[in-house]
């Protein structure tokens, strides 16, 4: 992993984690485990601009490794080891909130949103889900739709996504998003795709704008 910026310290071999943590310099309001996408791992700047802003708003985040990228410094997940994924999720926000009593939010840019959404869906504790660019379905394959877990989330959940998304039109999410029994937001970025990175479209403060109230996480 690259060099953590100066205010986190890093995370490594506890309890199967991987990762860095961000901790509030004021009164902490929450604790987000955060994951990464299919082609990256926990050092991406996306994560880590998403990480510095939320915790200057007072939330300790752990912006973490799943277990593919543990394995392996470069390359894909493989489909068939998506379990040991979710339990990478599982691992970090137990490691998480035995730092801390903050309300616990868990999320992941595209791959890693599924996953933690997945983990949701299976019973994981928590008091809202951030999933940045959700992959709703391959580009161009709108009938491959990954939304069989999405009824079994009665979390909070904000979706944060660009209008040029090619893994799904804001208008698909908000039908796949109907199924969640839970509280639901879309935040649409208009002009962004998948990576959601450019700086002109300031989404680390406006998903926590957004996520805040919806969460019950407001100081």
Known sequence: MSEAPTDTH???GVDGVRGYLHRPDGPEVAAL??????GGDCSAKFLVDVATTWSAHGVTVLRFDLAF???????????????????????????????TAAPLVVG?????????????????????????????HPPGKPD??????????????????????????????????ASIPGPTELLEIDGAGHDLSAAKHRVAERSFEHASPLFGTAR
């Open 144 to 177: 491959k739709a990954r939304t069989a877990h999405l009824p079994g989330i009665d979390i909070p959940t904000l979706f944060v996504s660009g209008t040029k998304d090619p893994f799904g039109t804001p208008d698909e999410l908000r039908l796949a998003i």
């Open 33 to 38: 485990a955060l994951t990464h996408g299919a």
């Open 69 to 99: 990228r543990q394995a392996k410094p470069s390359g894909p997940p493989h489909p068939s080891k998506s379990a040991a994924d979710r339990n990478s999720v599982v691992l970090a926000v137990e490691y998480l909130g035995s730092l």
């Open 10 to 12: 890093e995370v490594h």
């Open 108 to 136: 992941g840019h595209s791959y890693g949103g599924r996953q933690a959404s997945m983990t949701v869906s299976e019973g994981l504790s928590a008091v809202g889900a951030l999933l940045l660019s959700y992959p709703l």
